[in-house]
T-cell receptor, first 117, second 113 residues
Framework: DGGITQSPKYLFRKEGQNVTLSCEQNLNHDAMYWYRQDPGQGLRLIYYSQIVNDFQKGDIAEGYSVSREKKESFPLTVTSAQKNPTAFYLC????????????????FGNGTRLTVT | QKEVEQNSGPLSVPEGAIASLNCTYSDRGSQSFFWYRQYSGKSPELIMSIYSNGDKEDGRFTAQLNKASQYVSLLIRDSQPSDSATYLCAVNFGQTGANNLFFGTGTRLTVIP
């Protein structure tokens, strides 16, 4: 079955440690995204990548880093510089445009819940 | 400022009733609009996409778009307890090459049996 796999589902870290969240997709989608969700807030874009070896900052990129060495994979590193890292992290992918030229919807993985103490 | 506004609710409707969820957005140039459903503790799942003014129906769901008034709505007919979830409105701002979506904070819907 095609889909987006995020691992692990739950992650616990001590303050000051870097941590990497995994995201793998087998949908053959060109574009991949990382969003963060906090209680009572909408999803906020951290980074996105439209093609291998290229990525752009979203609205809240500070304290995060990404890589896109393979089409299938878009790992997110939460660094010690991120002030409030505890959150629900969602990875998504999409085709770049629909056959009619519209923006295509995002398809989400199951998320990783990160707790930093 | 790119904004997507939703009433956070909670919105409570009896089973079998019509639930109406509304969303307004700030950019008149927006072209693509999506509704996602998110159960507690889970990731969002796509319900509907709409690109043109008017209504789009899919089963019990109808999305309505009015670009002149900058609002998009979702109607759920014959609401079921399993529809109880948070509904997220997502908008792509402008016709850029990027496919980034901006999300509202969501409306929490409770369907009462």
């Amino acid at each position: 079955d095609g889909g987006i796999t995020q691992s692990p589902k739950y992650l616990f870290r001590k303050e000051g440690q870097n941590v990497t969240l995994s995201c793998e997709q087998n949908l053959n989608h060109d574009a991949m995204y990382w969003y963060r969700q906090d209680p009572g807030q909408g999803l906020r874009l951290i980074y996105y990548s439209q093609i291998v070896n290229d990525f752009q900052k979203g609205d809240i990129a500070e304290g995060y880093s990404v890589s896109r060495e393979k089409k299938e994979s878009f790992p997110l590193t939460v660094t010690s510089a991120q002030k409030n890292p505890t959150a629900f992290y969602l990875c998504a992918s999409s085709i770049r445009r629909t056959t009619l030229g519209h923006n295509s919807p995002l398809h989400f993985g199951n998320g990783t819940r990160l707790t930093v103490t | 400022q790119k904004e997507v506004e939703q009433n956070s609710g909670p919105l409570s409707v009896p089973e079998g009733a019509i639930a109406s969820l509304n969303c307004t957005y700030s950019d008149r140039g927006s072209q693509s609009f999506f509704w996602y459903r998110q159960y507690s503790g889970k990731s969002p799942e796509l319900i509907m996409s709409i690109y043109s003014n008017g209504d789009k129906e899919d089963g019990r769901f109808t999305a309505q778009l009015n670009k002149a008034s900058q609002y998009v709505s979702l109607l759920i007919r014959d609401s079921q307890p399993s529809d109880s979830a948070t509904y997220l409105c997502a908008v792509n701002f402008g016709q850029t090459g990027a496919n980034n979506l901006f999300f509202g904070t969501g409306t929490r819907l409770t369907v009462i049996p």
